[in-house]
């Protein structure tokens, strides 16, 4: 009698414990109505389909999985600068930001070569968890630059097992699987997206990173020399616009030769 009294509670109880949380770079969709999209491995006791989830689930791991692959590979220079290994990278690229300019000011040398860092004096230790952090994440990039076509391929087998579901199953199974295999291209579409994007996120954090090491020095020049084209034809535009009489002595002076002579003068160092 105790114990009936009692079931109800249980199972309200239950109903309240919280699910396992998501990645937030998961692509899963807990309430979704297919294994696939719920990002749980499906099958079917058929080697062919079988083979075929298996790599979805496969693919969709790993990209649900480069925000913990960085965090653990930066877990040493977030620490090395400060921070707590669950930092953001935007908190990590300004902590190293600071600290190598504060290194520098004490006569230490900081410096980055594509996934090398050179440090001198106090920054040595830094050096060693830079490079580090900038080899794992030319890793990860590399990884994430393979599955674009991975997922291409995937893709390319599921209309061949679309076609042979109604052979290869009885009628009770037939929807449930092609149900399986429609998530299935939908999840490889969102992994060659999220995988792209993940790749540029990696790209620009390796850029950040360098640019906070060597002080924010390299990046202007380049930007300097691309802006210079522009300029030069933004001033035969300027001398069209104005049609009034007053803007003939106005217009005279854009031709000029000495306009350009400066321009040459503020590349040249």
Do not use: W
């Not at 058929?46 to 649900?64: C, I, T, W």
């Not at 300019?101 to 900081?110: H, I």
């Not at 390319?156 to 199953?169: H, K, Q, S, Y």
Request: charged share 25%; proline share 9%.
């Amino acid at each position: 009698m105790g114990r009936n009294a009692l079931l109800p509670l249980i199972v309200a109880l239950s109903a309240c414990v919280p699910l396992q949380p998501q990645r937030r770079d998961s692509l899963a969709q807990p309430n979704a109505s297919t294994y696939v999209e719920r990002g749980v491995r499906y099958e079917t006791g058929r080697p062919a389909y079988d083979e075929l989830f298996s790599q979805v689930h496969k693919l969709h791991a790993e990209v649900s999985s480069v925000e913990d692959d960085r965090r653990a590979a930066r877990q040493g220079l977030a620490i090395e600068v400060g921070l707590l290994p669950s930092s953001a990278s935007s908190e990590v690229v300004r902590a190293l930001g600071d600290r190598a300019a504060a290194l520098k000011k004490r006569g230490a040398t900081l410096s980055v070569s594509g996934t090398t860092a050179h440090g001198t004096g106090d920054a040595a230790s830094l050096a060693q968890a830079l490079s580090t952090a900038l080899a794992s994440e030319r890793a990860i990039h590399e990884s994430l630059s393979r599955v674009p076509e991975r997922a291409s391929s995937v893709s390319r087998m599921i209309p061949a097992l679309e076609g042979a579901v109604d052979r290869d199953f009885d009628a009770a199974h037939r929807a449930h699987v092609k149900d399986e295999l429609a998530a299935a291209r939908r999840m490889m579409d969102r992994v060659r997206e999220r995988a792209r994007e993940q790749a540029t996120e990696s790209e620009r954090f390796t850029s950040d990173l360098a640019r906070a090491a060597n002080g924010g020095a390299a990046p202007p020049a380049p930007a300097a020399a691309t802006k210079s084209p522009p300029a030069a034809t933004a001033r035969p535009a300027a001398t069209t616009t104005p049609p009034g009489t007053a803007t003939p002595p106005a217009t005279a002076a854009p031709p000029a030769t000495a306009a350009p002579p400066p321009k040459p003068d503020d590349f040249n160092p």
